[in-house]
């Protein structure tokens, strides 16, 4: 390794070479570039050592458990097998250090009188006479309804929205895959009552944004994660479940749970409940869409009650 000694110069090559191998490392990259930037602060030089790469790990990570550092851990050891070539004595943190990095954290389940809540808060949102308030209100609105992933919501344009069908269409998402979603009427009648006030001010072509700024442009996800941040405080809800505070993108994990409770409720097959639920929400397998039962107190409850009357009878409920 010649020229650039710095530590970021070495994330630099490694992720070019990565990438130029196929692999994205969208995420990974950017926590590796923290960790360079944290080693170069440090004036570090030479092999990497255990306790650099865990002391990285660990820096910064409260009330959130230790997943967070055991998942930064996991993303540098790769790093660290490619940085030995040139470095012989660099250290490698054992597999499992820190704990496991791929747990799933509960979500926080919202109650209906939360979303309830959530809606009306938009209201506060300036100015009062403009298009903002309403924009917020319909976006969360048909995330919590129909349990999309907040990029999939503000990637719709006109043109994906049927209301004359009672659907949306989710093109390209997280896993290359598209899908057309039904929607109830309640959920048509919101996104009218929206389109009807943005037409007036927006474009109505079918490519433009359909949640769009007061310049017409798509609403970037991180102003929106800031509006939502900035509304929570006034709502006093106290966080259930392993995430300090609420998220929006626990309304996702809200649409599911509910779902999959109202089918139970209703004595539907829930093995073949989920095949349907995979698809509305997009997952690439279908194991992803089975944490639901096992990561919710309230279905584990269901399920804890069906073993046991399964190893009393042998018959499931």
């Not at 820096?59 to 055991?70: G, I, M, N, S």
């Not at 851990?73 to 004595?89: G, K």
């Not at 001010?201 to 798509?218: E, H, I, K, V």
Request: overall charge positive.
């Amino acid at each position: 390794m010649s020229g650039d000694k710095s530590v970021m110069a070495a994330v630099r090559r490694y992720l070019a070479e990565r990438r130029a191998l196929g692999y994205a490392l969208a995420s990974p990259g950017t926590e590796l570039m923290r960790f360079a930037r944290y080693a170069d602060a440090r004036n570090h030089s030479g092999p990497l050592t255990e306790d650099l790469i865990v002391g990285w790990a660990r820096e910064h990570v409260q009330r959130t458990t230790e997943v967070t550092a055991a998942r930064r851990l996991e993303i540098v050891r790769p790093f660290a097998a490619y940085y030995r070539q040139f470095e012989p004595t660099t250290e490698i943190p054992p597999g499992g250090a820190l704990g496991r990095g791929h747990r799933r954290l509960v979500p926080h389940i919202y109650t209906d009188e939360e979303v309830v809540q959530l809606l009306q808060a938009t209201c506060r949102l300036t100015p009062r006479n403009g298009l903002r308030a309403l924009t917020y209100r319909t976006l969360f609105g048909l995330i919590a309804a129909a349990g999309l992933r907040l990029s999939e919501a503000l990637n719709l344009t006109n043109g994906d929205v049927d209301l004359a069908a009672g659907s949306i269409t989710v093109r390209q998402t997280k896993f290359r895959k598209s899908r057309c979603l039904p929607l109830h009427s309640s959920v048509v009648q919101a996104l009218s009552r929206y389109r009807q006030s943005r037409d007036q001010c927006l474009d109505t072509c079918a490519d433009a944004p359909f949640f769009a700024s007061r310049s017409g442009a798509t609403l970037p996800k991180g102003t929106v994660d800031n509006v939502f941040r900035r509304l929570r405080p006034h709502l006093g809800w106290r966080a259930r479940g392993d995430y300090p505070l609420p998220r929006l993108h626990d309304l996702r994990h809200t649409f599911a749970v509910r779902r999959l409770q109202r089918w139970r409720e209703e004595g539907q097959s829930i093995d073949q409940a989920m095949f349907w639920l995979c698809t509305y929400l997009g997952h690439a397998k279908i194991s992803d869409t089975y944490w639901y039962v096992t990561g919710i107190p309230e279905l584990m409850d269901a399920i804890g009650a069906r073993f046991e009357q399964f190893t009393a009878t042998g018959e499931a409920s």
